[in-house]
């Protein structure tokens, strides 16, 4: 029975979470037994789950596949020792490998660098007070929810050499037309165009949030020295952020170094599209050498770590620590532009909402199209007349209901567990010292620079001993054990911001450490914990890989899996495009709206959780 | 201990308890309603989905009494979920393979042999005679037989009537050979509406159709099938692969690789762009609304050899099932079902009944069983995947894009894929 699968996953997430508790709790007696700190016993009690999960479903499986890096491994087969041979073969000179590792160097400096100035600037003109400033900021964070497919997608058709709209702009302006993803010249560089797109997302509403803090003296007091704009941008701004600035830098290094969905849908002349984690995909999945893309994935692991070591090093040079963790005696007030210069402003503000706007504009126009003229020469921004029944078409062709059903079945119980988890974990890192702590925080942050798809294998090999591979679990049962790096962190900054007077008054009344976290840090804590669940649901409702490797029935299948029945790869059988964006947009919608309804609280609990240092 | 404490512990176990009793009883389960359970792991798109439940699982779960068959519907990145599935130890029953990974799966003994089974039937989908040996061939490693196919789909020559018509082109016949497929498809590059730039193309090509059937025309071949060794330094395979890149540069009756990525590639013939496409057999571009479409075979190459491309699939049964005699009779239902649901069957006697099976390809009917007749496979190697991708990126690829000479690229070449075929 279809009910029996749903009912049968929620019966497991229910005594999990049971196991769970009782163990946090079971933990924090047994060290106490043994005479140790009530703070020890609480951190350790607190940070349980995602030390399970950390074990478990990080820990194994990387040493697994450090194990199969030193093997000879087709995947189908078992793996034959070969020693060191992998990695002699990529450090002698692997054509593939140093082209693919080029590749992805560049694109990541230029994206980080071009990225962080992106999201400055917009912050910058967003965080005038000005009416409609609200709506703007909207404007610009949306185009960021969009499925990382269909930004790949949108943005080959804009930039298609002719009369593609990037050209297009540039033949009207009078510029030269590049060849964009078709000249090797030019592929990193639409790469990098491209990831622009998702610069206005999180980081714009971090620097803002932090603009926004500034004290409004420092600027006063830079005025009647005589500095002016630059000088004050200089010497107060830049300072001031700094500590955004630092983590960005470390966040978009890594992100941009494991570039993966775009250059999977993008295919650009020879290898100059090629990137590493795509290699690394290529290698173990399409070529089936496991070993050799362990080696290559513990490669990359080893140069991020390098790298990263590097950036926090040399940050105390250039971080003001000290300037982050002062409180701002009265928000800064930046006075809008008037005259001409509040003309250029709003032509400013303007300008960049229409980049950011036209990516959607083009996934719906392509949802209404005529299928003849998808792939009109040139490109047809709308077809006339529209055709809306592609949307009732899509939705037809495949058992979409119940994918939806299924979608956010997973999803919403994801992204409880996975919030649930995340804040518990953040709590015990933010608030209680205990042995190691500094360490399994570092632990926290490295699991996310090894690639995910080397340990496919491995955790699908524990979901199969646990028996439940062909169920939802696997989606699900896990979120409740870790709560990712990223949502920790989120969640760590911002409990590390309430006063710890109103817990230590809370304890001295008698309330418990469960009690306090629940009854009081977690209502005090909405606007991060909004943050949290925004970003973990939309990564579990576009998440595809997953509901591939462990759903067998296409009764469970979730909508990622459904839209990929429109590929039409085999057979002949043409892609139907004006049906993969319309479903697409449909997919959109929820995380749009979510974060239209709720974006006063997100932005506020964004402002609180920047980052501060790197200081635990 | 507390009483607090002893509560914590009792509802722990309890909770532990109820997850380990429901994760025992989770996934699918051996036998459904006292039968025996094959999964057959299968891709495609919805069209195609539905026809396979409607025509073969439907028809072979209906007569079966003591088993059935579940559809795993992959619709993407089949070969990670496959994999997955074997690698974790819960590989399905039976499985799609795609023609060049056969070598690869049955070198690590991931496919079930199936020589025995099959000569000791000898019937029906297990009368080997009835194949064509081309087609056979890729599903042999070793001497021995992992699979048979369920389809041989050869290339041939998709024309666009209405645009021979206007261009007063005859369509092609037996008679085409290379140089009268040139003459052609320069007749029928036009810019058709004055605005310096050609919109209507002769034919298109972006490593498709594949190269090697302009290599075999030329009366060479690019894996040696004797010995095994690359044979790409050798003039007939240069000249061969030039041959091919001049569609685009030399005579530039095909549009630049820039031009096809994004117009797309079937897509360009279906909007009345190119008046000549290679494609499947199979391939429904002949009833593209509002083209008027007729089907030819390939032209033939220098000296009147001819020579087409045959891609293949074959139906495999996994190594690890328990029962190996059960599950081929499964599979053996499946697979005659299939031979008389998906067109060209690679079995003679019915690819003559190709009409049968798919009204709608009788008119190209005779076209195809021609084409069968000497279509042709690559040579199937374990690391045969790798070498394609190879082959693209150091050889084909820069060739298509900048039209420099097969014989500059091929020594370089050469010295990375003669490895792969050690």
Redesign the interface.
């Known amino acids: 029975m279809m009910g029996g699968a749903y009912l049968q996953t929620l019966l497991r997430f229910t005594c999990l979470a049971a196991v769970v508790a009782s163990a946090m709790l079971l933990l924090h007696r047994l060290l106490r037994r043994l005479r140790c700190r009530d703070e020890t016993a609480a951190g350790y009690a607190f940070v349980l789950p995602w030390l399970v999960g950390l074990v478990t479903f990080s820990l194994l499986p990387m040493l697994w596949s450090l194990y199969l890096s030193f093997t000879r491994y087709g995947v189908l087969s078992q793996p034959q020792w070969v020693r060191g041979q992998n990695y002699a073969a990529i450090l002698s000179g692997d054509p593939i490998f140093l082209t693919a590792a080029v590749n992805t160097a560049a694109f990541a400096a230029l994206s980080v660098v071009l990225g962080i100035t992106a999201s400055l600037m917009a912050a910058l003109l967003l965080s005038l007070n000005a009416r409609g400033m609200g709506l703007w900021r909207v404007v610009y964070y949306v185009p960021s929810v969009i499925p990382a497919v269909s930004t790949a997608l949108l943005w080959r058709w804009i930039f298609v050499p002719e009369g593609g709209l990037a050209n297009g702009l540039l033949a009207a302006a009078g510029l030269p037309r590049p060849g964009w993803f078709h000249d090797p010249r030019w592929v990193i560089p639409a790469f990098v165009i491209m990831s622009l797109q998702g610069a206005c997302g999180n980081n714009m509403v971090i620097f803002l949030a932090r603009l926004r803090g500034i004290d409004a003296q420092l600027y006063e007091a830079g005025v009647m020295d005589g500095a002016g704009v630059w000088a004050r941008f200089r010497h107060i701004t830049l300072p001031q952020l700094s500590p955004v600035v630092f983590y960005h830098l470390v966040t978009g290094l890594v992100g941009g170094l494991l570039l993966f969905t775009q250059p999977m849908f993008i295919r650009a002349p020879g290898r100059s599209g090629l990137f590493y984690v795509p290699y690394l995909y290529r290698t173990g999945w399409e070529e089936l050498r496991m070993g050799y893309a362990c080696a290559l994935s513990w490669v990359l692991f080893a140069a991020l770590a390098v790298l990263t070591a590097l950036v926090v090093l040399t940050s105390r040079r250039w971080v003001s620590y000290e300037a982050s963790d002062v409180q701002a005696l009265e928000p800064s007030r930046a006075l809008a532009p008037r005259g001409i210069r509040r003309g250029l402003w709003h032509a400013a503000v303007l300008a960049g909402a229409l980049v950011m706007l036209v990516p959607l504009l083009w996934m719906v126009s392509t949802s209404l199209k005529q299928p003849n003229d998808l792939f009109a020469i040139p490109p047809k921004l709308l077809s006339w007349p529209l055709k809306p029944q592609n949307y009732v078409d899509a939705w037809r062709a495949a058992p979409f209901w119940r994918f939806l059903f299924n979608t956010l079945f997973v999803a919403v119980l994801a992204t409880a567990g996975q919030t649930l988890s995340a804040a518990l974990t953040a709590y015990g890192f933010a608030r209680f010292r205990f042995p190691a702590r500094r360490a399994l925080f570092g632990v926290l942050l490295g699991t996310l620079l090894l690639p995910g798809i080397v340990l496919i294998v491995p955790v699908f090999l524990l979901w199969r001993a646990f028996g439940l591979v062909g169920t939802f679990d696997p989606l699900v049962l896990g979120s409740l054990l870790g709560g990712g790096a990223l949502q920790v962190f989120i969640l760590r900054q911002f409990f590390r911001t309430l006063p710890r007077e109103l817990e230590e008054a809370a304890r001295l009344d008698g309330a418990s450490h469960a009690r306090v976290f629940f009854r009081m840090i977690l209502p005090l804590s909405w606007p991060a914990v909004l943050v949290v669940v925004l970003i973990t649901f939309q990564g579990h409702w576009n998440d595809f890989l997953g509901p591939l490797l462990y759903l067998n029935r296409e009764a469970h299948y979730t909508m990622t899996i459904g839209l990929r029945y429109f590929e039409g790869k085999f057979m002949g059988e043409a892609p139907k495009w004006h049906w993969m964006m319309a479903v697409t947009t449909l997919m959109a919608i929820p995380t749009v709206l979510i974060f239209l309804i709720a974006q006063r609280s997100f932005f506020q609990g964004a402002a609180r959780t920047r980052p501060r240092g790197p200081t635990a | 201990m ?1 009483a607090s ?1 002893v509560a ?2 009792l ?2 176990a ?3 308890v ?2 380990v009793v ?7 389960p051996e036998t459904a309603e006292g039968r025996r359970l094959y ?1 057959f792991a299968c ?7 539905r026809e396979l439940k409607e025509r073969v699982v439907g028809p072979v779960n209906a007569e079966a009494e003591d088993f059935r068959v ?8 089949y ?3 496959l ?2 599935m ?5 590989p399905p029953e039976l499985f799609y393979l795609s023609q060049e990974y056969v070598a ?2 049955a ?4 496919l079930l042999d199936l020589t025995e089974l099959v000569a000791q039937d000898g019937r029906g989908a297990c009368d080997l005679k009835q194949y064509y040996p081309s087609v056979l061939a890729q599903y042999r490693h070793g001497g021995r037989l992992y699979g048979l196919p369920w389809i041989a789909q050869p290339v041939v020559l998709y024309c666009n009537a209405r645009l021979f018509r206007q261009g007063g082109v005859a369509l092609p016949d037996r008679s085409w050979g290379w140089q009268k497929f040139v003459q052609a498809g320069n007749a029928l590059t036009r810019d058709t509406d004055q605005d310096g ?1 050609m ?1 209507q193309w002769g034919f298109i090509v972006n490593g498709w159709p594949p190269v090697r059937m302009w290599i075999w025309q030329n009366g060479a071949e690019l894996v040696d099938r004797e010995s095994g060794l690359l044979r790409l330094t050798d003039p007939a395979v240069t000249q061969a692969v030039d041959a091919y890149a001049a569609l685009i540069h030399r005579h530039r009756l095909a549009p630049p ?3 096809v ?4 590639f ?3 013939f ?2 009345g ?1 190119v008046a000549m496409f290679m ?2 057999a ?4 002949d009833r593209t609304p ?1 083209l008027e479409v007729v089907v030819r075979e390939v032209p033939a190459g220098p000296g009147g050899r001819r020579a087409t491309f045959a891609w293949s699939a074959g139906l495999h049964v996994s190594a690890a099932v328990k029962d190996p005699r059960a599950a081929f009779a499964v599979y053996k239902k499946i697979l005659e079902r299939i031979h008389r649901w998906k067109i060209p069957a690679p079995r003679r006697p019915l690819a003559a009944r190709l009409e049968e099976f798919e009204p709608r390809k009788a008119p190209a009917a005779a076209v195809i069983r021609s084409s069968m007749e000497y279509m042709r496979t690559p040579v199937g190697f374990p ?1 045969q ?2 070498f394609d ?1 190879l082959f693209q ?1 150091e050889f084909e ?2 060739i298509l ?1 900048t039209g420099r000479p097969a014989a500059e690229l091929a020594p370089r070449a050469a010295r990375v894929l003669e490895r792969l075929l050690r």
């Open positions: 507390r404490t914590y512990c509802l722990g309890a909770a532990a109820g997850l429901s994760a025992r009883r989770a996934g699918p999964r891709w495609g798109a919805a069209q195609e989905l579940e559809l795993v519907h992959i619709p993407s990145d070969r990670t979920k994999c997955t074997i690698a974790g130890g819960t690869t799966f070198a690590q003994g991931a730039r919109d690789l820039s031009v990525a994004e117009a797309g079937a897509e360009m279906r909007a762009k494609g499947g199979a391939d429904d571009l509002g690391r995947v790798e991708t990126e690829e820069p894009r």
